[in-house]
């Protein structure tokens, strides 16, 4: 398998479940000691030689709700092929009037208000860490990302915003919607989380970029967020992702051959474990081999 390892990923979210315009070069599906991905990873090559790896987050036809997405599998998987940089694509609603539907956005915290219901770490079972994320996200992924914000095209870009995360699928009361403004949130979603959290468990670099459809309920005198107002602005949004990526593809590749992008991320796991190695249970090190190799057998 030439084309491997795969350094760059791209989630697709809502609307967004493959890459235009490049050859595909395979696809893959492999078993992880989580179970498998969402949908088979599509690998990719871009005219200037470059492999990307695709998932669609919720499966290609859009069949898994934001609570059923086999975050660790995912993530398990991106990384079995050798992901260190991850693109993720989500549809969001804007908690501020200056965040206007089709705007792009890149945030730079999360609030976490999903459940307690989604699997969101692969230290468990007899191995404990844990990881730093004070940021959840790549300050040099989202700068190559913002170097590009002239290609769109009918949407303004912005940065430096926080995103809260819902558990759903239902979206949320006004009340809620008026409350995550008081907590300082910009943007509001079902996605970034375990995934964002996952990826940092793995070392691998990610940035999530959000793409604005709705104002979501909390503007009084304007219809409350449906399915319908999403992807319609989805559809306009999607022209605009599959520019943005093609324009943002070299720069990340750049950071990643020269390893800027794992600076601080690479080795962070292993002394984030707190359990003392004659106290590691065998079956959870054996299962953490998949992602961080040698890292706790020593
Ligand atoms: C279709 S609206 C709600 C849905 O859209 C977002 O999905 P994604 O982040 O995968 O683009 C949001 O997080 C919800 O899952
Ligand atoms: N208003 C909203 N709430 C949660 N997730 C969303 N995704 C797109 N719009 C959303």
């Known amino acids: 398998m030439s084309y491997l390892p795969v350094k760059i990923a791209v989630i697709g979210g809502s609307g967004l479940y493959n890459l235009d315009g490049l050859e595909l070069v395979a696809e893959v599906n492999p078993d992880t000691p989580w179970g498998k991905p969402s949908d088979a990873i599509t690998i990719a090559r871009t005219q200037s030689g470059l492999h990307v790896a695709f998932l669609a987050r919720h499966g290609r036809g859009h069949y898994l709700t934001p609570s059923e997405v086999p975050a660790r599998a995912n993530i398990a998987a991106l990384k079995s092929i050798g992901v260190e940089a991850i693109i993720a ?24 208000r999903t459940k307690g219901i989604r699997p969101s770490t692969f230290f468990e079972d007899g191995i404990v860490a844990h990881a730093m994320f004070a940021d959840p996200f790549s300050a040099v992924l989202e700068n190559v990302i913002w170097e590009q914000r002239h290609v769109m095209e009918g949407g303004d870009f912005h940065r430096n915003k926080t995103l809260i995360c819902m558990e759903g699928p239902q979206f949320s009361t006004r009340a809620e919607s008026h409350m995550y403004r008081s907590f300082g949130a910009d943007l509001i979603n ?19 970029i959000c793409m604005s459809t709705d104002y979501d309920c909390w503007k009084e005198h304007e219809v409350a967020v449906t399915v319908e107002a999403v992807v319609a602005n989805l559809k306009a949004n999607s022209s605009n992702a599959q520019r943005l990526l093609a324009a943002i593809l070299p720069g990340v590749e750049k950071v990643v051959e ?38 706790y057998t020593a």
Do not use: H
């Open 89 to 112: 694509y989500s549809a969001v609603g804007s908690l501020r009037d200056e965040l206007k539907p089709r705007d792009f956005v890149l945030p730079t915290q999360v609030i976490d």
């Open 190 to 208: 079902m996605s970034v989380l375990p995934e964002a959290k996952l990826a940092r468990e793995a070392e691998i670099a990610y940035q999530m």
């Open 258 to 295: 020269n390893g800027q992008v794992l600076e601080g991320l690479k080795g962070s796991m292993r002394f984030a474990c707190m359990t003392a190695p004659e106290k590691r249970s065998k079956e959870a090190v054996q299962k953490l081999e998949f992602i961080l190799p040698g890292y």
